[in-house]
């Protein structure tokens, strides 16, 4: 329901809009109290974004209305950063002058309180606007000031990136929201892209291929690199519950919405499924296969899933789901798909040998760079993740290597090996996620285990797929040596920039012409000194007698075997009695007692006895020694 406040009289021209505005706005700057200042505010913004359809009012407002993102107030500052998402979803032309500002409540959000709100507040705003921004950027080519802007955004767009690792969770979460939003915008949607949610606003398929300040092969690049940072989470082993579900719920989504990552994502599934954070509780890991066992029935009704079919029923399988689960969220139309899926393949087949004969025809031909596929939609620069293909050859080599060895004589070996080190009792988290494997023994298994240990072991760069690229690499290295020491053409391979630059083209925006934070006044810390008084319980009389009693005893154990060491180990021994004699005498004296242990005169006479250099092995023969045994 909309805020009654917000309805007000209507208003005959701009100008007596622009007095209103105005007057909303100083009364939000001459009042004290934040509640009353957020109203007027709201109430400006309603203005400017809704009745106001020129777009004029805003440009001339815009400077007044961020002006209260350098408040003190974190209410004040998430205001502003939600009137810079409205505003830029309206006229992306807003940016020029609040992506300084964006900049600010980023970086100063850890100096403030509330200072976390800010952050998560300013990632989710640039979550949101990045699709409008990239839309916004690819339109003007020839622009000086957009280039100088999305150069600032890009820099802006690192610096969240670099939260991914952050210490806090919440932050880290949005991080993982504003990698997806990369993700889809820069990359190519299909015609069997899950558009369910929504259209895109923004994807890689509108970026020209010609424009001046963006990169088409640098944005499809870094997408894919943010892609695998974010399948690199899962790996991680003390992420917690939270966030490896946001990742989770991320990665699928990109599956259905870009089939082109489906099939490493759903390796990178296969390997969290084996192996979940050991840090995660039995209720945890229950939920996470119950989450993951949802996401991958939704990614079975997805058509571009056809091929992966027998991986996907496997490992639903393998998660506790029913055949007839698995059969409804099966795609209605299956065996048209599967029609239009051979046509697809053999369409792809014929002209790649086509290409491959006329390629081995023109061999020592010199190469333009038009001949390196910059105009093919999946071309990437300098051997790019996309579509990862040595990785998946690796693990394929290592999955069948696996298979032909994975008899049943093996497996009982490795069962027997495996016995000494299990528990004695069942985990109770591994009895409550465990669950009957239907097809176990079948060939379809087999072949699921085969993948899932090869995947593991080419994540760790062993097994002979991992070695035969490893020789491949090497072979094509010194292949492009030798052909660079010959004088052929070797095209440059060009670094990857966030942003989509390339080259050392030196930034458009100089160091310090992002203004940084204010600086706000930390509050001085009252140094708290340690006070035995009030930081220690004091003791009671039972307590320390008892303590004094056990030191005195443990002492005079000691001194039966110095007795017949040398006489220089006496006065250490007297000099530590008389310390805690002394310290006893304060404690009774706090605690207005009198009564003290006949030992006292015993220890002085032992003193008096080593002052007058008189040996005291002969006093503890004598009379001495009955003291000694009453002590």
């Known amino acids: 329901m909309a805020n009654p406040d917000l309805f007000l009289e209507p208003l005959e021209s701009n100008d007596k809009l622009a007095d209103r505005i105005g007057e909303v706005i100083r009364e939000a700057q001459a009042t004290s109290d934040k509640a ?85 507040r300013v990632i989710i705003v640039c979550t949101n606007i990045y699709p409008y921004i990239l839309k916004w950027a690819c ?21 969240i990136i670099s939260h991914a690792d952050s210490d806090n969770e919440g932050i880290r979460t949005m991080t993982f929201k504003f990698l997806e939003a990369i993700v889809l915008s820069q990359s190519l949607k299909t ?49 917690s519950a939270q966030n490896l579900l946001t990742v989770l719920t991320v990665l699928c989504t990109i599956s259905k919405r870009r089939p082109e990552y489906m099939a490493r994502i759903l390796d990178c599934l296969e390997a969290l499924h084996i192996n979940l954070p050991p840090t995660l509780g039995a209720s945890q890991v229950k939920s996470m296969r119950k989450e993951l066992k949802a996401h991958l029935l939704r990614i079975l009704k997805h058509p571009s899933s056809l091929p992966l079919h027998l991986r996907i029923t496997t490992l639903l399988t393998d998660l506790g789901a029913s055949q007839s689960e698995i059969n409804r969220s099966m795609p209605a139309n299956i065996a048209e798909l599967r029609r239009k899926a051979s046509k697809r393949q053999t369409a792809v087949e014929e002209p790649a040998a086509k290409k491959k004969a006329k390629k081995d025809d023109a061999s020592g031909v010199p190469l333009d760079d038009d001949d390196y596929g910059d105009d093919e939609p999946g071309a990437t620069d300098g051997g790019a993740p996309i579509p990862d293909s040595a990785h998946q050859s690796a693990i394929d080599i290592t999955a069948e290597f696996i298979y032909e060895r994975l008899n049943p004589k093996l497996v009982a070996n490795l069962v027997l090996i495996s016995l000494v080190t299990l528990p004695d009792e069942m985990p109770a988290a591994f009895a409550s996620s465990f669950t009957q494997i239907a097809t176990a023994g079948t060939e379809q298994h087999r072949r699921h285990l085969a993948r899932s240990m090869a995947t593991q072991a080419t994540a760790q760069e062993l097994g002979p797929g991992a070695e035969q690229m490893r020789k491949e690499k090497l072979a094509k290295f010194m292949e492009r040596q030798s052909a660079r020491k010959d004088g052929a053409f070797i095209p440059p391979t060009p670094a990857v920039h966030i942003g989509g630059h390339q080259g050392p083209k030196p930034p458009l925006v100089p160091l310090g012409a992002l203004p940084g934070p204010a600086p706000i006044p930390a509050v001085p810390k009252v140094k708290q000194q340690f006070n035995i008084f009030t930081d220690t319980r004091e003791l009671s009389r039972e307590e320390a007698e008892s303590l004094f009693e056990n030191c005195f005893h443990a002492i005079m154990k000691a001194e039966r075997r110095f007795q017949f060491l040398s006489s220089s180990c006496l006065p250490h021994l007297i000099q530590a009695l008389c310390h805690f004699v002394e310290s006893y005498l304060s404690l009774l004296t706090l605690s207005k007692t009198t009564d003290f242990p006949s030992a006292v005169a015993h220890l002085v006479s032992v003193q008096e006895m080593s002052a007058r250099n008189i040996s005291p092995h002969t006093q503890l023969e004598g009379s001495g020694s009955a003291d000694h045994c009453e002590l």
């Open 191 to 239: 015609e069997e892209s899950d558009t369910s949610k929504g259209e895109d606003v923004m994807t890689l398929n509108e970026v020209p291929r010609d424009h001046r300040f963006i990169s088409y092969r640098k944005l499809q690049s870094e997408a894919a690199v943010n892609l695998q940072s974010l399948m690199d989470q899962t790996a991680l082993p003390h992420i």
């Open 139 to 159: 339109s003007r080519k020839a622009d000086a000031e957009v280039e100088k802007c999305w150069e600032a955004f890009s820099v802006l767009k690192g610096r």
């Open 36 to 120: 009353e200042k957020l109203k007027c505010l709201s109430k400006a913004e309603h203005f400017l974004l809704n009745v106001d359809n020129s777009g004029h009012l805003l440009d001339n407002f815009l400077d007044e209305m961020l002006e209260f993102a350098s408040s003190d107030d974190f209410h004040m500052r998430c205001f502003c950063a939600n009137f810079i998402e409205k505003a830029c979803k309206k006229d992306a032309e807003v940016l020029k002058k609040a992506i300084t500002h964006l900049s600010y409540l980023l970086m100063s959000g850890s100096q403030s309180r509330g200072g976390v709100k800010v952050m998560k």
